[in-house]
């Protein structure tokens, strides 16, 4: 029976598959008493239970070949032989006869009943076997409530797997991404949590904050996701079949559309030229901001060469790393970003620290690295080595006041003078940015413009930081919003002070890739966005679309709103009239 969940779309897009369920529910099952005249039907449903349990054991021990065969049969014939076991079935048949249980209950009934006899005896191995049992009548009690068609069976063998699950972490997603998972959902979440983002770069569907998905979609149910609605279709009908056909068709042709842009030049409709940076840490990315016609990479991560190793990363290691991105990028400007570890990012060489109280408001960024200034100075010195392969900039992570960018001053001049001394060649200049993503370095961004070269905001921390809320908190999603007037009055600020030290501003969190905020930013004056490289044709379509000179000309009555409700009605109004070209 075809069932519809709601929840929000983290990651858009649509994806036919099989559910599997990272932590199968607790089955519920309907106690109410038979009526008569509800037997027959009901030990019908029973038997087609039973069957269906057979048939998956019997495709199951089809599909193992070679040791793991040997080793897994031996479960599967038990459960075989259990599922046609004559005390077993008579059992059953009579608490739906003569108690007039249904089916659920009858088969949790016998589950118990045998769990006591297997309990009992003396022998551990023989006591062990409850967990055959056990499984044996979980299985059949998910057929039961499946209710799957065989041609609805047949369908759902020939697609892949769509996760089920309360929560996922970033790495586990990662890891299945690389083993056919075609998309996720998730029971709880945000749409702002690292798992979204990482979706969301990848291409991948996710829905979070479905509900009722784990107490409702059983293992191999065939389930639509659709991320575009905000909905999980379990036992799509034909019609949902065909809608999602057709989306598979518009996407195609849109993606083709796409394609066409990878060349073309970044403008506004009236003409105003917009700078797309690609956010980096792997050569995958780099050869897709190519592949995208990004205008450089805008922040490279560096700390995914500390999360790899249980040591710490040598300096040639990381030279050769940072020399290969800037070849990579054929003399388009890299912007590196030096050491993000803490908080949510621990490494496994022990660096970041453990244990504290608070870690998102602990030592993080900047703070990290200078609290070890010989680690940091490593670094450093790979980045100025490879710095004479093409244009780099170094940006500063976790910024709070001026004091820490004259530090990081120093060490690039001291690491300069001894690399000068080994007769290393260097480059004449290295810009030395800031991000902004700590709120005291927002408002006192005019005292940071004086020692910075340029800014670059990073909206995940300072929305998070701003608004006091976590990202990740399902139950903050009304005050997790990038729309809060507070935080794009800071936005807004920071890229006017930009402007008047005459020096670039750039936006590397999350919304610069989302189209759904390409009007709000261009609005507010940002002309350099950096962004996941998959996101940059996407962007580039969008700002083709929008008239440069009227979101401007709106921007204070943005800034000025009192809700982020208010500002969603009043970006809706003005984005329409910025892409109306009568």
């Avoid at 490279?300 to 790393?321: C, I, M, V």
Wanted: charged share 25%; glycine share 6%.
């Amino acid at each position: 029976m075809r069932e519809l969940l709601p929840g929000t779309a983290a990651s858009r897009g649509m994806a036919l598959g099989r559910a599997r369920l990272v932590q199968p529910s607790r089955y519920l099952v309907d106690t109410r008493p038979l009526a008569e005249d509800e037997i027959e039907g009901e030990l019908d449903n029973l038997h087609r239970a039973l069957d269906t349990a057979r048939l998956e054991l019997h495709e199951l021990r089809g599909r193992l070949h070679g040791a793991l065969a040997r080793e897994v049969n031996e479960f599967i014939d038990a459960h075989s032989l259990l599922l046609d076991d004559k005390e077993l079935l008579r059992g059953l048949d009579d608490l739906i006869r003569i108690g007039h249980y249904r089916a659920g209950v009858a088969l949790k009934k016998q589950r118990d009943r045998l769990a006591k006899v297997f309990e009992a005896m003396d022998d551990p191995y023989l006591r062990s076997r409850r967990e055959d049992v056990d499984q044996v009548i979980n299985r059949v009690i998910s057929a039961l409530q499946r209710q799957t068609s065989r041609e609805e069976r047949k369908l759902a063998a020939r697609v892949g797997e769509i996760l089920v699950a309360d929560t996922i972490a970033p790495a586990d997603m990662a890891h299945l991404v690389g083993n056919g998972l075609l998309g996720v959902v998730a029971s709880s979440g945000s749409a702002y949590s690292h798992s979204a983002i990482l979706a969301r770069s990848l291409d991948l569907p996710m829905l979070v904050g479905a509900r009722d998905a784990l107490a409702t979609i059983h293992d191999d149910d065939l389930i639509l996701l659709d991320a575009e609605r905000g909905e999980t279709i379990v036992h799509p009908t034909a019609q949902d079949l065909a809608r999602y056909r057709a989306w598979q068709r518009e996407a195609a042709a849109e993606g083709r559309r796409l394609a066409k842009l990878a060349n073309a030049p970044t403008r506004t409709r009236d003409g105003v030229p917009v700078r797309l940076f690609a956010n980096a840490e792997t050569s995958t990315d780099i050869a897709l901001a190519r592949a995208r016609g990004a205008d450089g990479v805008g922040l490279y991560r560096t700390e995914f060469l500390f999360l790899k190793h249980k040591g710490l990363p040598s300096e040639d290691e990381q030279f050769n790393a940072y020399r290969d991105l800037v070849l990579g990028m054929g003399g388009l400007p890299v912007t590196i970003r030096t050491l993000d570890l803490g908080a949510d990012k621990a490494d496994a060489a022990g660096l970041a620290l453990r244990g504290e109280d608070n870690p998102a408001l602990g030592v993080r960024g900047v703070r990290l690295s200078l609290r070890y200034p010989a680690v940091f100075t490593t670094q450093i010195r790979a980045i100025l080595r490879a710095a004479c392969y093409g244009p780099v900039r170094v940006l500063v992570p976790m910024v709070t006041q001026p004091d820490e960018l004259i530090a990081v001053r120093t060490l690039f001049k001291l690491a300069r003078e001894d690399l000068q001394h080994e007769n290393v060649d260097l480059p004449e200049k290295l810009p030395l940015g800031a991000m902004v993503e700590v709120p005291a370095a927002a408002l006192n961004v005019r005292a940071l413009l004086e020692h910075a070269d340029f800014l670059a905001i990073g909206t995940n921390d300072l929305a998070q930081y701003v608004l006091a809320a976590d990202r990740g908190n399902d139950g903050l999603e009304n005050i997790y919003n990038p729309l809060q007037p507070a935080l794009l009055r800071l936005i807004a600020y920071v890229i006017a002070a930009g402007r008047r030290a005459n020096k670039p501003v750039s936006l590397c969190g999350e919304i610069g890739g989302d189209v759904n905020f390409t009007a709000l930013l261009l609005a507010l004056g940002l002309c350099e966005y950096s962004m996941h490289p998959s996101q940059i044709l996407h962007v580039r379509d969008r700002l083709a679309t929008l008239d440069h000179a009227t979101l401007r000309r709106h921007a204070p009555r943005l800034i000025r709103a009192h809700t982020h409700e208010d500002v969603e009605a009043l970006l809706a109004q003005l984005a329409e009239q910025a892409t109306d070209p009568s």
